[in-house]
């Protein structure tokens, strides 16, 4: 069993999925064409009004429902929700991207460290990986955030791959443990090529499947995680992201006033978000194992 | 009826998304009341499809498609093949019980022994619990296993203890048929004996008949009265099983015979093909690794001749007169 | 007893490298917390009459001379007492009593979403995974699964606009009626159940399709086993083959689970908290956040992580009790 055929890569899960995200990926560049983004300054939709939380939604109250000009309304300080989507969007992606590459690559290196030399390496890797796991991240990040203040997309994407490495390492662990044992790694071993490197090289064309859908596992952890913490008010406060929109919302009571177009798109983007990174982690998951595909609802 | 079981012209298929696949054609045989019938063969030959269609086990892949399986159990002859569910549930562990193969998996690891010892039991009649109790410690003294074993899981027993605690449960409802598949297989050779002269002796105090399903020539010899040698789903020759044994009729049986190891006898060249089970395309299956294969073999099913003294074989040569 | 020390062990161990994360993750960036605690004390010191005090409480605490090991020992130790300090906003209420106060709001709606998701995706995995079960049912089933993938807050929001906003038929906020005098009266009890209905439904919501998945899964798996084959071929009622045999089996990597995912489990609960402005925990820590009062949140942080620990404990010492394969006696995992 070599490295698999490209066949088993064309999956409609897969592939629905990977539709998905690429439409939110691609909307970074098609959405500023048709919106100035310098609208997601406060009062940008309405520059002569004080925000006002009067009953009716109005333009003379700061904020309206769609118009001509605001496709989608201004939010309850007359920002253009077009913009703060079309800013929003791609740095929400990117902080997951961000962290769940960085803490796949973490999770790579321990897991395949562990998997590998077992013995004591693997007791205290797989022991930190699951204490980690059972630390509800959230807690310690508002912890981190709350300290940090202000913080941009790079450094929040750092952050968040301190808490995405667990999963990534005891998928690769558990893979690498089987996979040392499949003939053709035995044999690659007896035949002298028995280094790291070489093991690696080995083995990692044969992960690849296991490791794109722990990492797309991963993106939708950390977008969860730091939607969560923006949530409670945290993060990036200069620059919309999607969880700092649904923030603002909460805090200016939108569901309340009926301003469904301010709260309603960033959990929709929101939601595609997480459905395509789910049906691309089953869809990678179902290339993995292709028994799964069978059993498959 | 006299026989306890009379199966007829069974034919199992599997059907996969490319294609169907007869694993089990022409079936027959029947077993009597009291008597040991052995079913061998090589793996893959059918011999588990078989049980399992008479048992109404097959995975969902499989399905009976032709056939009658006729058992005569406590309510009279019925079909165990067509019978509905109610009914079969009703027959079942009652009338024909099974010590499985796979006897390491066989007991639920997470319910203690006794409890699946009893509840076969008290699924078909209201049975107290004392009166299940002695039939219990009665069962586990016959299989040689202390009566602690009833509050035992499981993983604390060895696999020989496992298999005997799964013979006791097949004969803790006294069914006048019990499938034994392979239950000695995977067992030292003292608890191979043990497992066997239970058999006997269950036969002698209940008269339970048994299909005893193995690939141990040697101990089939000695165990039952009647032999059946299937080969790529089909049965090859019956007859009693010293008579098959001392002048087989079928070449796959000579084969067979052959095969079995013995000191100071030098093993015979077998050829591999026709090993792996394919659809059979008329003709003889057995011909590709017959020694004696002729035109007329891929040409023609083999005609079904009887053996003097009783069983029949299925081959164009007649060759022992 | 070789199995309850190994997990309380790494009960031990998990409480351990939380407080030491929550401790020195904030001192290792710039902001140093005491510092910034210090400073709010001061700036907002006109208003405070006993500002002096707190700072004094507050330097004595943290011995702000001392060494940042010396300052870890205390913490921990101080950690051992329960003893979280003050809140700067609140003083001088201390943190713990913060907390106390706020916690049976938590563990009241969280155990309950938690027991009625683990129940009603198990059922449905079974369902789903169960050979008898009609084509249709199975069809209708997998219905409630597609809010799998979202957020628990997404689907709460959603709820409230539609059950609270549209409609009217159910409160979006808070815990019970603030016109009804809480206390073990009927009156009460409904309007707590009645508050708590929809949080729960959206935690409920998008975790129980995890289970079912899992259980579905696990059902597929279990029905290939012998013991259940061989269940069937003993004429047992197919219930009893289904419950005692099957699910009896498949439930068990179910659990396991549950002990993995209650981290993620809490953590999804602090935003639902604060979306459904209840008064639990989780709002402490949103209002903690807002208010920059650090101790609270520190407080909060470390109680969620001892709070978890303490389930996936309890779920470790249950565990043994359902599966006779892992006895209290045996060393191994």
């Known amino acids: ?297 | 009826m006299s026989n306890i079981l009379e199966v007829t012209d069974l034919e199992v298929t599997y059907r996969s998304r490319s294609a169907d696949l007869v694993a089990v054609q022409d079936v027959s045989f029947s077993v009597g009341r009291g008597e040991l019938v052995g079913l061998v063969g090589e793996s893959g030959c059918g011999k588990s499809t078989t049980i399992n269609a008479l048992l109404r086990l097959l995975p969902r892949a499989g399905r009976v498609t032709a056939g009658m399986a006729l058992l005569d159990g406590h309510a009279g002859p019925l079909d165990l093949l067509s019978v509905d569910e109610k009914r079969l549930r009703d027959v079942r562990w009652r009338d024909i019980a099974i010590v499985p193969q796979g006897a390491m998996n066989s007991l639920n690891p997470v319910m203690p022994v006794g409890k699946q010892l009893a509840d076969g039991v008290t699924a078909h009649r209201d049975a107290s619990t004392p009166e299940v109790n002695e039939r219990i410690s009665e069962l586990l003294n016959l299989v040689g296993l202390a009566e602690e074993t009833t509050g035992r899981y499981a993983h604390e027993l060895s696999g020989g203890m496992k298999q005997r605690v799964c013979i006791a449960m097949a004969l803790m409802n006294r069914p006048a048929l019990v499938i034994a598949d392979e239950a000695t297989s995977a067992l030292d050779v003292i608890v191979q004996r043990l497992v066997a002269q239970t058999i006997l002796d269950a036969r002698d105090k209940m008269g339970t008949s048994f299909i005893v399903i193995g690939h141990d020539i040697g101990l089939m010899a000695q165990l039952v009265d009647r032999i059946a040698v299937m080969y790529l789903g089909r049965i090859v020759e019956t007859g009693p099983v010293i008579d098959v044994l001392t002048d087989p009729k079928h070449p796959y049986t000579e084969l067979l015979l052959a095969s079995v190891p013995e000191v100071g006898k030098e093993a015979p060249a077998v050829q591999s093909g026709g090993l792996v089970a394919s659809p059979v395309t008329g003709g003889c299956a057995f011909r590709e690794r017959c020694p004696e294969a002729m035109e007329v073999c891929a040409a023609e099913t083999p005609p079904v001749r009887r053996r003097s003294g009783g069983g029949e074989f299925a081959c164009h040569l007649d060759r022992h007169g | 007893m070789r199995y309850v020390r190994a997990r309380l062990v790494r009960f031990l161990f998990t409480v351990w490298l939380g407080a030491t994360v929550i401790f020195f993750v904030p001192r290792l960036s710039r902001s140093d917390p005491t510092d910034a605690i210090i400073g709010q004390l001061l700036s907002s010191g006109a208003g405070v009459e006993n500002a002096d005090a707190i700072i004094e409480a507050y330097k004595q605490r943290f011995g702000l001379d001392d060494s940042i090991w010396v300052q870890y020992g205390r913490y921990l130790a101080n950690l051992f007492r329960f003893d979280n300090g003050y809140s700067v906003v609140e003083f001088p209420t201390t943190v713990d009593s913060l907390v106390l106060s706020a916690l049976p709001w938590t563990l009241g709606l969280m155990g309950a979403a938690i027991v009625i998701s683990f129940l009603v995706g198990n059922l449905t995995g079974t369902l789903l995974g169960w050979e008898r079960t009609p084509r249709w049912v199975g069809r209708v089933l997998t219905v409630p699964l597609v809010f799998t993938a979202l957020p628990a807050f997404m689907v709460g929001l959603l709820l409230i606009n539609v059950f609270s906003y549209n409609f009217g038929w159910l409160p979006p906020t808070g815990a019970y009626d603030p016109s009804v005098d809480p206390g073990w009266s009927v009156a009460f009890a409904l309007s707590v159940i009645e508050h708590a209905v929809l949080p729960v439904t959206a935690v409920v919501m998008v975790t129980m399709g995890g289970w079912a998945l899992g259980m579905r899964g696990m059902m597929i798996t279990t029905a290939g086993e012998e013991y259940v084959r061989l269940a069937e071929a003993k004429g047992l009622r197919s219930s009893r083959v289904l419950f005692n045999y099957q699910v009896r089996n498949a439930i068990l990597p179910q659990i396991t689970r549950l002990g993995i995912t209650l981290g993620l489990i809490a953590s999804g609960f602090v935003v639902i908290e604060r979306v459904f402005n209840y008064p639990g925990i989780g709002m402490r820590l949103f209002r903690a956040v807002t208010r920059n009062d650090y101790p609270v949140i520190q407080g909060v942080a470390w109680y969620l992580v001892l709070g978890v620990a303490l389930a996936v404990l309890v779920v470790d010492l249950i565990y043994p009790l359902i599966d006779p394969r892992i006895s209290y006696r045996s060393d191994s995992d």
């Open chain 1, 1 to 297: 069993m070599g490295p698999r055929s490209w066949a088993h890569w064309v999956n409609p899960t897969l592939i629905a999925g990977l539709a998905l995200v690429l439409l939110v990926i691609v909307s970074e560049w098609v959405l500023p064409v048709f919106v100035d983004t310098d609208q997601i300054a406060a009062g940008s939709g309405a520059p002569s009004v004080v925000p006002s939380f009067g009953p009716t939604p109005d333009l003379a109250a700061g904020f309206v429902e769609a118009t001509p000009d605001h496709p989608l309304g201004t939010d309850g300080r007359g920002r253009d929700m077009l913009a703060v989507l079309a800013v929003g969007t791609p740095r929400t992606l990117k902080i997951g991207l961000i962290g769940a590459g960085l803490g796949t690559l973490i999770g790579v290196l321990l897991g395949f460290s562990a998997g590998y030399m077992r013995g004591r390496v693997d007791t205290v890797i797989s022991t930190l990986a699951d204490t980690a796991m059972t630390i509800p991240g959230l807690a310690v990040l508002v912890v981190v955030a709350s300290v940090v203040g202000e913080i941009g997309v790079v450094s929040m994407g750092l952050i968040m791959a301190a808490f995405a490495w667990p999963m990534p390492t005891r998928v690769l662990r558990s893979q690498v443990l089987t996979m040392r044992e499949r003939r053709y790694v035995v044999m690659a071993r007896m035949s002298g090529s028995s280094t790291p490197g070489v093991m690696f090289k080995e083995i990692m064309p044969n992960l690849l499947p296991y490791l794109a859908a722990s990492f797309t596992e991963s993106v939708a952890g950390v977008i969860l995680a730091v939607t969560s913490i923006e949530t409670l008010g945290l993060g990036s406060r200069r620059l919309p992201t999607l969880g700092t929109t649904v923030n603002n919302a909460l805090e200016g009571s939108a569901v309340f006033r009926g301003m469904w177009w301010w709260w309603l798109p960033p959990i929709f983007v929101l939601a595609v978000i997480f459905v395509g990174f789910l049906l691309l982690t089953n869809g990678l998951d179902q290339v993995a194992n292709p028994r799964l595909r069978d059993e498959s609802l």
